[in-house]
């Protein structure tokens, strides 16, 4: 029998039947998943000979009578009965695969067990053919068992990889509609105060989440303790929680929310831990969030203090994020949405303890949050705000076991959770308890939402964290045997399965890749078994180590090689690609032994402190005070320094008395890590201008300044453009940074502007949108276009930013004056900015803005002031997020058809928008900019435009602007002013700009790349 494809009279039908699903679930699922029921309904249709209709009907009528959610008969384990009521049969390989699918755990521990024994003994019967005699035979062997058993689970991941279908994305609700009552969120962060710079870095990122994740249903919150100390409390930290309480309030009444807070911070007291013989929060974050859980359930006894707010006790799912985790606009809603579905919801066995079905918790896909120095070390990698990016890989547990693994970010059910994991964990024994928490409480992973993290800048930082997670990961050994510890101390059955226990075994394996491939060598040049040169063991080692990067490189170079258009732009590539695995197989051989040293240090500290000496078997910091902690260290103190150089003289000692011959080969990786250790601290850093180049623009920058307060500045009669005023406001606190002018003469520069902006908009005569002298009364904008009125916005958001960081930074003998009538000035800047709305200039039919109050035409270029104006009404929440997808697309049309501005017109519009927004390499914004940098760089192009090319050449002298200042205008002048302070102070008005509360939860917009997929 056939049936109308899904695409056309079938889907209205089938809805008509499926919305009549007994939990009411159906109507409120996203497209998506609907589309899944239809299609099996249809696929069940086509073998059964039924209409799609009629087995949806069946799928309706099995659910009521068990009163489920039809989706359980469609896509869960109601299906084998709804294939029986229908008299569908499904084919032999489709039944072997349900089969193989039931038992793929087991078949793939056991199947990776088989494989590594079977490989070992034909390895051993290789080495006897060779002659070896037996105990250099069996030396050896010993010591590759775990490269043995790493290889052969690459190869077996990588076939399954190949060969297994990805798994659909998880079925979800619609996330527009998943905010009610009894959806009820809380985003949590988890954070250990040690400073009050900690605290407002933790409240600005919490705002960032709550300005893309707005709902009613959705709350934020900060867990905190203090750091382990002698004493119940210390001094000063009164003075923290005062801190922690003036930043929520103020949070709240920021956004209008003092009846009914959306933000809060619930503080921990410090307990005595007997074992540490220490004063601390009880099992640091893993107590943290079940205390947490417990006092969402009404518990009382927790060793949270203060007031527990009423929301708290009505959250039905957390959000868990690290102190360095960025949520994405409008990842919240995506993740509730998933874990909310019915089919996804936890089920437990019959008695009560385990989850058998779906999930307690979801992990999202990780991406690295962007930021100058990772962009500029990097090149770049694909990220995005408002285009789908291509869904992470699949995970190997999701794809073939129906779960994932949890990595301390993601959300839970509150309830299911905490009866999942009760009285699992037994205190003062585990560390890293996001691997049991995730087996535990069955985790799903979301491949379609992503969540981005930070990255330590820092080799050293890497190491400290890298060094945390070894000894997390071998404390963990217990639960790899059959029987495992419960908090009451007695040992019970295990509940975990082969695959759980494996995956723990693997994670104590995967750390000694380096040690293990260390040993190996050095045995090979220290015995020489069967008579093997050094130069062998060398080589074979290197190939080892850099497979990975090796195999990647190498086919990525073919592949984009032959796509090129000519042999000599192949040969420039292969070129260019082949440094590139040069200075990644350096990389590799240089880190050997430092990560060798961490490696043996960490597991020597885990099993000391499980065996023989407990009180540190928490030890633990921070991201922010590792980082803290190794640079105030210099690279030769570090500890896996001192580590690589005792392993240098041990194996070089060894090598001198066994097989001289040998030290040529193990020089590169015995002496490699001295020069990472001396030059390899910190991620590139941005290119210095030389000391005599500075000091030339310095004194450039001074003369502009210098013609700029001398040409004819405005007066009341003037009509001054919003450019103009947006230079007028900024250049003074450019000159501040420039040292050019105090504090005092910046206020009263500053508060002359604003007055003065205040009288010509009072008169009418001013394009922009401003104010009374107060700044309270907002005038709609006259005449002024959308490309001018974003420069003065982002000028808005630059001197508001940049005056706060002014007046935090002056000494406490500042004239109180002077620190008053600066934040005056900041205020009026904001209330100037909030003033300024985007949303009249919108056309929802495009997506675009529209290029005045009335136009016809729009703004259709990224690199523009009307992009800026996007980005500043995107940030102010007058314009929807989608708005930058439209422009993207617009840019992208406009550049191909030719039609964006050339010339030196086009290159002062371009580029202009760059004196405030970060313009990173590689990006959509940066291509734009390069398209008219030949005609800015040009000997007779205008001296401001020249100024704006430098931050994109910075090579360029800056010498050749001296001619044209002496002639340029005012507004020519304040542009060069500006241009020469960002090159001097490291584009300090562009990290103005994207330090603002307002902006930084859209910087990653600046990100786009051409190619996101």
Same mark, same amino acid.
């Given at each position: 029998?056939?049936?109308?494809?899904?695409?056309?009279?079938?889907?209205?039908?089938?809805?008509?039947?499926?919305?009549?699903?007994?939990?009411?679930?159906?109507?409120?699922?996203?497209?998506?998943?609907?589309?899944?029921?239809?299609?099996?309904?249809?696929?069940?249709?086509?073998?059964?000979?039924?209409?799609?209709?009629?087995?949806?009907?069946?799928?309706?009528?099995?659910?009521?009578?068990?009163?489920?959610?039809?989706?359980?008969?469609?896509?869960?384990?109601?299906?084998?009965?709804?294939?029986?009521?229908?008299?569908?049969?499904?084919?032999?390989?489709?039944?072997?695969?349900?089969?193989?699918?039931?038992?793929?755990?087991?078949?793939?521990?056991?199947?990776?067990?088989?494989?590594?024994?079977?490989?070992?003994?034909?390895?051993?019967?290789?080495?006897?053919?060779?002659?070896?005699?037996?105990?250099?035979?069996?030396?050896?062997?010993?010591?590759?068992?775990?490269?043995?058993?790493?290889?052969?689970?690459?190869?077996?991941?990588?076939?399954?990889?190949?060969?297994?279908?990805?798994?659909?994305?998880?079925?979800?609700?619609?996330?527009?509609?998943?905010?009610?009552?009894?959806?009820?969120?809380?985003?949590?962060?988890?954070?250990?105060?040690?400073?009050?710079?900690?605290?407002?870095?933790?409240?600005?990122?919490?705002?960032?989440?709550?300005?893309?994740?707005?709902?009613?249903?959705?709350?934020?919150?900060?867990?905190?303790?203090?750091?382990?100390?002698?004493?119940?409390?210390?001094?000063?930290?009164?003075?923290?929680?005062?801190?922690?309480?003036?930043?929520?309030?103020?949070?709240?009444?920021?956004?209008?929310?003092?009846?009914?807070?959306?933000?809060?911070?619930?503080?921990?007291?410090?307990?005595?831990?007997?074992?540490?013989?220490?004063?601390?929060?009880?099992?640091?974050?893993?107590?943290?969030?079940?205390?947490?859980?417990?006092?969402?359930?009404?518990?009382?006894?927790?060793?949270?203090?203060?007031?527990?707010?009423?929301?708290?006790?009505?959250?039905?799912?957390?959000?868990?994020?690290?102190?360095?985790?960025?949520?994405?606009?409008?990842?919240?809603?995506?993740?509730?949405?998933?874990?909310?579905?019915?089919?996804?919801?936890?089920?437990?066995?019959?008695?009560?303890?385990?989850?058998?079905?779906?999930?307690?918790?979801?992990?999202?896909?990780?991406?690295?949050?962007?930021?100058?120095?990772?962009?500029?070390?990097?090149?770049?990698?694909?990220?995005?705000?408002?285009?789908?990016?291509?869904?992470?890989?699949?995970?190997?547990?999701?794809?073939?076991?129906?779960?994932?693994?949890?990595?301390?970010?993601?959300?839970?059910?509150?309830?299911?959770?905490?009866?999942?994991?009760?009285?699992?964990?037994?205190?003062?024994?585990?560390?890293?308890?996001?691997?049991?928490?995730?087996?535990?409480?069955?985790?799903?992973?979301?491949?379609?939402?992503?969540?981005?993290?930070?990255?330590?800048?820092?080799?050293?930082?890497?190491?400290?964290?890298?060094?945390?997670?070894?000894?997390?990961?071998?404390?963990?050994?217990?639960?790899?045997?059959?029987?495992?510890?419960?908090?009451?101390?007695?040992?019970?059955?295990?509940?975990?399965?082969?695959?759980?226990?494996?995956?723990?075994?693997?994670?104590?394996?995967?750390?000694?890749?380096?040690?293990?491939?260390?040993?190996?060598?050095?045995?090979?040049?220290?015995?020489?078994?069967?008579?093997?040169?050094?130069?062998?063991?060398?080589?074979?080692?290197?190939?080892?180590?850099?497979?990975?990067?090796?195999?990647?490189?190498?086919?990525?170079?073919?592949?984009?090689?032959?796509?090129?258009?000519?042999?000599?732009?192949?040969?420039?590539?292969?070129?260019?690609?082949?440094?590139?695995?040069?200075?990644?197989?350096?990389?590799?051989?240089?880190?050997?032994?430092?990560?060798?040293?961490?490696?043996?240090?960490?597991?020597?500290?885990?099993?000391?402190?499980?065996?023989?000496?407990?009180?540190?078997?928490?030890?633990?910091?921070?991201?922010?005070?590792?980082?803290?902690?190794?640079?105030?260290?210099?690279?030769?103190?570090?500890?896996?320094?001192?580590?690589?150089?005792?392993?240098?003289?041990?194996?070089?000692?060894?090598?001198?008395?066994?097989?001289?011959?040998?030290?040529?080969?193990?020089?590169?990786?015995?002496?490699?890590?001295?020069?990472?250790?001396?030059?390899?601290?910190?991620?590139?850093?941005?290119?210095?201008?030389?000391?005599?180049?500075?000091?030339?623009?310095?004194?450039?920058?001074?003369?502009?300044?210098?013609?700029?307060?001398?040409?004819?500045?405005?007066?009341?009669?003037?009509?001054?453009?919003?450019?103009?005023?947006?230079?007028?406001?900024?250049?003074?606190?450019?000159?501040?940074?420039?040292?050019?002018?105090?504090?005092?003469?910046?206020?009263?520069?500053?508060?002359?502007?604003?007055?003065?902006?205040?009288?010509?908009?009072?008169?009418?005569?001013?394009?922009?949108?401003?104010?009374?002298?107060?700044?309270?009364?907002?005038?709609?904008?006259?005449?002024?276009?959308?490309?001018?009125?974003?420069?003065?916005?982002?000028?808005?958001?630059?001197?508001?930013?940049?005056?706060?960081?002014?007046?935090?930074?002056?000494?406490?003998?500042?004239?109180?004056?002077?620190?008053?009538?600066?934040?005056?000035?900041?205020?009026?800047?904001?209330?100037?900015?909030?003033?300024?709305?985007?949303? #009249?200039?919108?056309? $929802?039919?495009?997506? /675009? %803005?529209?290029?005045?109050?009335? +136009?016809?035409?729009?703004? !259709? @270029? &990224? *690199?523009?002031?009307?992009?800026?104006?996007?980005?500043?009404?995107?940030?102010?929440?007058?314009?929807?997020?989608?708005?930058?997808?439209?422009?993207?697309?617009?840019?992208?049309?406009?550049?191909?058809?030719?039609?964006?501005?050339? #010339?030196?017109?086009? $290159?002062?519009?371009? /580029? %202009?928008?760059?004196?405030?927004? +970060?313009?990173?390499?590689? !990006? @959509? &914004? *940066?291509?734009?900019?390069?398209?008219?940098?030949?005609?800015?760089?040009?000997?007779?192009?205008?001296?401001?435009?020249?100024?704006?090319?430098?931050?994109?050449?910075?090579?360029?002298?800056?010498?050749?602007?001296?001619?044209?200042?002496?002639?340029?205008?005012?507004?020519?002048?304040?542009?060069?002013?500006?241009?020469?302070?960002?090159?001097?102070?490291?584009?300090?008005?562009?990290?103005?700009?994207?330090?603002?509360?307002?902006?930084?939860?859209?910087?990653?917009?600046?990100?786009?790349?051409?190619?996101?997929?």
């Amino acid at each position: 029998m056939s049936h109308p494809s899904v695409g056309h009279a079938v889907p209205d039908a089938l809805d008509g039947v499926l919305e009549t699903d007994p939990a009411r679930v159906y109507a409120v699922m996203d497209g998506p998943t609907r589309a899944r029921y239809r299609e099996v309904c249809v696929a069940l249709a086509g073998s059964s000979a039924r209409t799609p209709e009629e087995v949806a009907r069946e799928a309706v009528n099995q659910a009521s009578a068990s009163q489920e959610h039809v989706g359980m008969f469609l896509l869960g384990q109601g299906l084998p009965r709804l294939e029986a009521a229908l008299g569908y049969r499904r084919s032999w390989a489709s039944r072997l695969g349900r089969g193989l699918q039931r038992r793929a755990a087991n078949l793939y521990v056991g199947g990776l067990i088989g494989s590594s024994v079977l490989a070992l003994v034909a390895l051993e019967r290789f080495l006897a053919a060779q002659g070896l005699p037996v105990s250099q035979r069996l030396g050896l062997l010993a010591l590759l068992v775990l490269p043995v058993v790493e290889l052969i689970q690459e190869l077996v991941d990588r076939l399954l990889a190949a060969s297994v279908r990805r798994p659909p994305v998880l079925p979800k609700l619609d996330p527009e509609q998943v905010f009610r009552a009894e959806t009820r969120t809380l985003v949590i962060t988890p954070l250990l105060v040690a400073s009050g710079e900690d605290i407002d870095a933790q409240y600005q990122r919490m705002e960032n989440h709550f300005l893309g994740n707005d709902s009613p249903a959705l709350s934020f919150a900060l867990l905190t303790d203090f750091p382990d100390a002698d004493a119940k409390e210390l001094p000063g930290e009164h003075e923290l929680l005062a801190r922690l309480d003036a930043g929520v309030r103020e949070l709240n009444a920021r956004h209008g929310f003092q009846e009914a807070p959306r933000f809060h911070w619930l503080h921990r007291e410090r307990r005595w831990n007997p074992v540490s013989r220490r004063w601390m929060g009880w099992e640091r974050k893993r107590g943290k969030l079940e205390e947490f859980n417990r006092l969402v359930l009404g518990a009382r006894d927790t060793s949270y203090v203060g007031e527990v707010p009423d929301v708290v006790r009505s959250v039905r799912y957390a959000i868990t994020l690290d102190a360095d985790t960025q949520l994405l606009p409008g990842s919240a809603a995506r993740l509730v949405a998933t874990l909310h579905h019915p089919l996804n919801r936890a089920r437990f066995d019959a008695a009560g303890l385990r989850v058998v079905s779906g999930y307690s918790m979801l992990q999202p896909a990780l991406g690295e949050a962007p930021t100058r120095m990772s962009w500029r070390a990097s090149g770049g990698w694909p990220v995005s705000l408002v285009r789908e990016l291509k869904q992470a890989p699949p995970n190997m547990g999701q794809s073939l076991f129906g779960v994932g693994e949890f990595v301390g970010k993601g959300i839970y059910d509150v309830a299911a959770f905490h009866r999942a994991l009760d009285g699992r964990i037994p205190e003062n024994a585990v560390l890293s308890h996001d691997k049991l928490e995730g087996m535990f409480s069955r985790v799903a992973f979301a491949q379609d939402i992503t969540v981005l993290e930070g990255r330590s800048p820092d080799l050293a930082g890497t190491a400290r964290i890298w060094h945390r997670w070894v000894r997390g990961d071998y404390q963990l050994m217990p639960w790899i045997l059959p029987w495992v510890p419960g908090r009451d101390g007695r040992f019970t059955p295990t509940p975990l399965t082969a695959l759980d226990r494996w995956k723990l075994l693997s994670d104590l394996r995967a750390p000694l890749s380096f040690p293990s491939a260390l040993a190996v060598i050095t045995y090979g040049w220290v015995m020489s078994p069967g008579g093997t040169p050094p130069s062998f063991w060398a080589l074979a080692t290197l190939l080892w180590l850099c497979r990975h990067m090796l195999l990647l490189g190498v086919g990525a170079m073919v592949r984009d090689a032959f796509r090129t258009s000519s042999l000599t732009e192949a040969l420039h590539f292969v070129r260019r690609r082949t440094g590139h695995l040069l200075m990644g197989t350096l990389m590799t051989v240089a880190t050997v032994l430092p990560f060798t040293t961490i490696v043996l240090d960490a597991i020597v500290r885990a099993l000391y402190r499980m065996g023989v000496d407990r009180s540190r078997i928490l030890d633990w910091t921070t991201h922010s005070q590792a980082t803290r902690q190794v640079r105030a260290l210099s690279s030769f103190r570090l500890p896996e320094v001192w580590g690589s150089t005792v392993l240098t003289l041990l194996i070089g000692g060894a090598l001198w008395r066994a097989n001289p011959a040998a030290l040529p080969w193990a020089a590169p990786l015995l002496l490699g890590w001295i020069p990472l250790a001396a030059f390899a601290r910190t991620a590139r850093a941005p290119r210095a201008l030389p000391s005599h180049a500075a000091d030339g623009d310095r004194a450039l920058a001074k003369r502009v300044w210098e013609r700029f307060e001398a040409s004819a500045k405005p007066v009341g009669d003037d009509v001054l453009t919003p450019t103009d005023l947006a230079l007028e406001l900024v250049a003074p606190l450019a000159a501040y940074h420039l040292g050019l002018l105090d504090a005092a003469a910046l206020g009263v520069r500053l508060e002359a502007v604003q007055d003065l902006a205040a009288s010509l908009a009072r008169n009418g005569e001013q394009g922009a949108a401003s104010d009374d002298t107060r700044m309270r009364q907002p005038l709609e904008p006259r005449g002024a276009d959308t490309a001018e009125n974003g420069v003065l916005a982002a000028a808005l958001v630059v001197l508001e930013q940049g005056l706060r960081a002014v007046t935090r930074g002056a000494s406490t003998s500042q004239d109180a004056g002077v620190i008053s009538r600066l934040e005056r000035a900041a205020s009026r800047a904001r209330e100037s900015r909030e003033a300024m709305d985007f949303a #009249g200039c919108y056309d $929802a039919e495009t997506g /675009l %803005l529209r290029t005045g109050p009335g +136009a016809t035409s729009h703004e !259709t @270029l &990224l *690199a523009s002031g009307g992009g800026l104006a996007g980005f500043v009404g995107i940030a102010m929440r007058q314009l929807p997020l989608q708005h930058w997808a439209a422009l993207l697309d617009a840019d992208r049309k406009t550049r191909a058809e030719g039609r964006g501005p050339v #010339g030196v017109s086009g $290159a002062r519009a371009q /580029l %202009l928008p760059s004196l405030f927004l +970060a313009f990173p390499v590689n !990006t @959509l &914004l *940066a291509d734009g900019a390069r398209t008219v940098l030949d005609a800015a760089c040009a000997a007779e192009a205008p001296v401001e435009v020249q100024a704006l090319a430098l931050r994109f050449r910075p090579e360029l002298s800056a010498e050749s602007l001296v001619r044209g200042v002496e002639a340029a205008d005012r507004r020519a002048l304040g542009v060069t002013f500006l241009a020469l302070t960002n090159r001097l102070c490291d584009d300090v008005l562009s990290q103005h700009f994207h330090q603002h509360r307002q902006t930084a939860w859209v910087e990653t917009l600046v990100y786009e790349m051409k190619d996101v997929s």
